[in-house]
């Protein structure tokens, strides 16, 4: 009993972390209607960003987040105003081919500038732990999982209550009307993808306090983030939430109790048996009422 509860706290903490992870690539989806193939790079950029400035400053990683999500934020708003925008006004496909050959020469550049080696992020607390009941938890992993609920929290309110959420919310579900009461839709995409390549730069942070981290892992995370969005619904921060803990629950029963070659068979072994009974995901698409 007490392995179970073990397994089902890490499993909690992961599928937060998978939820942050994947939330910035659930708008982006939901609003924009672009599948972004570099969405695991943001997240990489975010820890390296986060590694540099903590060894630098001497700071905790987490209060470097103001800074890098203000610098992805920054590159979000070019990247999708300069590059993207203009892909997609060519044809929609080619914006899924730009985010792939970003994706491949950002991993390059990642790779010449700091290694293919594994990096971390260690916080003064990195050994730190406390028991509650049978279950032991590390204070990295609750602060990572803390860290992750505040931003989802902030995004969805960000969403439901802001002036930008209500346009943002708006153009996703009908950019035609939108445009005739005045919207500048290219700009509201831009910020779109800023917001997400923020919060992508917020999940690199988190992630790379708990996990080690190279540039050959952006693939991975692109990969969990589609899966996530799936199970999830797309652009829902709750939709996101409960897809990534689903994931992050399964994977680590896989790995306790059948093996740990096999979390991805299972997490594709459930994406399928989603897509057959429930294709717009748990919560459905949060964009598509008024469609």
């Known amino acids: ?20 992870a ?23 950029m975010g820890a390296y960003l986060a590694l540099i400035l903590s060894t630098a400053l001497r700071i905790d990683p987490l209060l470097t987040m103001p800074l890098v999500m203000i610098g992805l934020f920054c590159v979000g708003y070019v990247y999708q105003r300069f590059l993207i925008q203009r892909a997609v006004d060519r044809a929609s496909v080619n914006s899924m081919l730009l985010t792939f050959g970003v994706a491949l020469m950002l991993q390059n550049a990642m790779i010449w500038l700091f290694s293919p080696d594994m990096k971390s992020i260690t916080p003064s607390y990195a050994f730190a732990s406390f028991k509650l009941g049978p279950v032991n938890f590390d204070a990295v992993r609750v602060s990572a999982l803390a860290a992750s609920l505040v931003l989802l929290s902030l995004l969805a309110l960000f969403l439901k209550f802001s002036p930008l959420g209500r346009v943002i919310r708006a153009t996703a579900q009908q950019t035609m009307a939108a445009q005739l009461c005045g919207v500048n839709v290219r700009h509201v995409y831009a910020l779109t993808f800023a917001v997400s390549a923020a919060f992508a730069g917020a999940a690199g942070i988190v992630i790379g306090i708990i996990l080690p981290f190279s540039p050959a892992d952006e693939g991975n995370w692109t990969l969990n983030a589609f899966v996530v969005v799936v199970l999830g619904g797309v652009g829902s921060p ?14 680590t029963l896989t790995a ?13 072994l459930l994406l399928v048996l989603l897509l057959l009974v429930r294709p717009h995901g748990l919560l459905g698409n949060a964009f598509a009422a008024s469609r």
Do not use: E, K
């Open 238 to 251: 709750a939709g996101a939430l409960i897809g990534g803990l689903l994931l992050g629950i399964v994977n």
């Open 256 to 268: 306790q109790y059948v093996g740990p070659a096999f979390p991805n068979v299972t997490m594709f």
């Open 22 to 44: 994947a939330v910035g690539f659930s708008l982006i989806f939901g609003v924009l209607h672009v599948i972004n193939l570099s969405h695991g790079i943001l997240v990489l």
């Open 1 to 20: 009993m007490n392995l179970i509860a073990q397994t089902l706290a890490d499993g909690l903490v992961l599928g937060g972390i998978y939820a942050l």
